[in-house]
């Protein structure tokens, strides 16, 4: 009789081994020759050399199996060792899986787009309003290509810009001040990876969560870097972030044009770079648009309401140019 250990090193320890332990119940049923023990991320098991190599494969499917989808239900276990091919969600469009094992797919022709443009180009911006999913398919593309071991980090950053208010001073250290900022984006992670694993990735720094301030100096490889909210940014700063690029890395701008939160004399550096950049090979441009809003339905209703708003004020402003022209005009020939 010899000891194998075997390591969980993709997936989470908690939904491999299930409810009270009732997947590894279920294991040590299927093979009752073997001792099995379960602890952590680490298995180990004792018994004959042969049996073991056959759990060993089998694990490793198993192991597969939950990193993609986010779940493991006995059924699929006993397809595994059986030798059947399980009854797996049909792919075609799947991004990633949610923690709750829900397919994350493309919910517009518009995110589509953003997908498509994602595999084909280095770096892609993501223009929308707001609940048009351009973040998180952004996040769900980053996370699958970590999930296939394509790329070995994934950086998220955004301008720590306040929404129309000012915070004052902020409690906590450097962290605690700044993920206030950053919520949205844990928000995305928390629900495509699991909460073990994605403390485990935070603390690795193989996910990185940090503000565009902190990204001068730096050379980002293997690696897809998403910038939210750069709309926010100067000019000055989405430069510096953009030309951070390094080998084996993909970029994802996002932003909405609607929401800009910059001082009035200052102009956003999303604008500026999508006029630059326009036509340079290699750069996909995804412009997302209301019917791509995938929240509440009041969303895309206060969208509207908004762009009448706006509108009606730019012709009320026009109108009152003219009238003010007219009058000068008036007031010269007299």
């Not at 001792?35 to 049996?51: H, P, S, T, Y």
């Not at 972030?241 to 994802?252: C, E, H, S």
């Not at 200052?266 to 950049?277: D, F, P, R």
């Not at 750069?283 to 019917?291: G, T």
């Amino acid at each position: 009789m010899i000891e194998k250990i075997i390591v969980l090193e993709d997936i989470d320890p908690v939904i491999f081994y299930g409810v009270n332990n009732s997947n590894i119940q279920l294991l040590k049923a299927l093979y009752p020759k073997l001792r099995i023990v379960a602890r952590g991320n680490i298995i180990k098991v004792l018994g004959d050399e042969l049996e073991m190599c056959a759990f060993e494969e089998n694990v490793l499917k198993l192991e597969k199996y939950c990193a993609q989808y986010n779940s493991l239900k006995e059924e699929i276990i006993v397809d595994i060792v059986k030798g059947n091919n399980p009854q797996c969600e049909k792919t075609g469009n799947v991004i990633v899986f949610s923690v709750t094992g829900k397919p994350i797919i493309p919910r517009s022709e518009n995110q589509l787009k953003l997908v498509e443009g994602f595999q084909k180009n280095d770096m892609v911006f993501a223009i929308g309003p707001a609940g048009s999913g351009k973040t998180y398919t952004a996040i769900a593309l980053a996370v699958r290509a970590l999930k296939n071991k394509e790329i070995k980090k994934i950086i998220l950053s955004r301008p720590a810009v306040e929404a129309g208010e000012k915070l004052g001073f902020l409690p906590g250290d450097m962290k605690e001040k700044i993920d206030p900022y950053l919520q949205p984006l844990y928000d995305a992670l928390q629900d495509m990876i699991p909460a073990a694993k994605l403390k485990e990735y935070l603390e690795l720094n193989i996910i990185q969560i940090a503000p565009l301030a902190f990204m001068r100096g730096r050379t980002l490889n293997d690696a897809v870097v998403i910038l939210d909210e750069a709309q926010n940014t100067t000019t000055q700063q989405i430069k510096m972030f953009l030309t951070r690029m390094g080998m084996n890395t993909k970029m994802i701008v996002t932003g909405d044009m609607t929401q800009i939160d910059l001082p009035t004399s200052q102009k956003s550096g999303l604008i500026e770079a999508m006029h630059i950049l326009k036509g340079v090979k290699g750069i996909s441009f995804i412009e997302l648009a209301k019917k791509d809003i995938v929240r509440h339905k009041l969303v895309t209703r206060v969208v509207d309401a908004y762009e009448k708003f706006d509108k009606d004020q730019q012709e009320e402003r026009e109108k009152r140019k003219k009238a003010e022209a007219a009058e000068r005009k008036t007031n010269e020939k007299k």
